[in-house]
């Protein structure tokens, strides 16, 4: 999760960074400006500032909800391997408990059919892995789709030319408390997630 996050968090940087050049050459959504909640934006004198992209991964009520989605199916897919897996660990006791009764072709038979479980189970486990995988990337897609739409709507008519992500450890070094506009940016994210849920 953690290595997911740092790369979710580094492309979201990228995706910050080219986000605002120019205005998106004076495009603009007015359908998904009728639809945004945006508190008040207090605009800052330069026109490149930043997100502190670990602060609004931390309070955003959206990947708070993602997280704890993840968490529940990454446990119940744990406890169904478990499960399997200690029903093949009995099966295997209880060949070894009565294989000496066995004639030779019933063991040899007996074991294939534990090899081939043993065999299913591996598949199963990395399936289960897979899954995991792929609905952790699609739900870091979708926090990183709502942020860059919402910024996209929010801060349109702004006269910053670009909105970085910063984290610490990442490309950028330093970046100054001043052009920070974390704390706006997650309440307004909030404030859109909160009336999503109340709509529905």
Request: cysteine-free; proline content about 1%.
């Amino acid at each position: 999760m953690k290595n997911t996050q740092l790369i979710a968090n580094i492309i979201f940087g990228i995706a910050l960074a080219v986000l605002f050049f120019l205005h998106f050459s004076g495009q603009s959504n007015t359908n998904q400006k009728e639809s945004i909640v945006s508190p008040k934006i207090e605009l800052k004198s330069s026109k490149l500032v930043y997100i502190n992209t670990d602060s609004l991964w931390e309070n955003y009520e959206y990947v708070k909800e993602i997280k704890k989605t993840l968490l529940n199916q990454r446990n119940q897919a744990e406890a169904e391997f478990a499960q399997k897996y200690q029903a093949l660990a009995n099966e295997e006791q209880n060949f070894r408990e009565i294989a000496q009764r066995l004639s030779e072709e019933e063991g040899i038979k007996q074991q294939q059919e534990l090899l081939l479980k043993e065999q299913k189970l591996s598949e199963f486990r990395d399936q289960m892995q897979e899954r995991l995988m792929k609905s952790e990337q699609d739900k870091n897609e979708q926090i990183t789709k709502n942020i860059t739409d919402y910024l996209r709507v929010a801060y349109i008519n702004t006269p910053y030319n670009y909105i970085l992500g910063y984290t610490r450890g990442g490309g950028i070094l330093f970046a100054h408390d001043s052009l920070d506009i974390t704390k706006e940016v997650v309440n307004g994210l909030n404030a859109n997630h909160n009336n999503k849920k109340d709509k529905k």
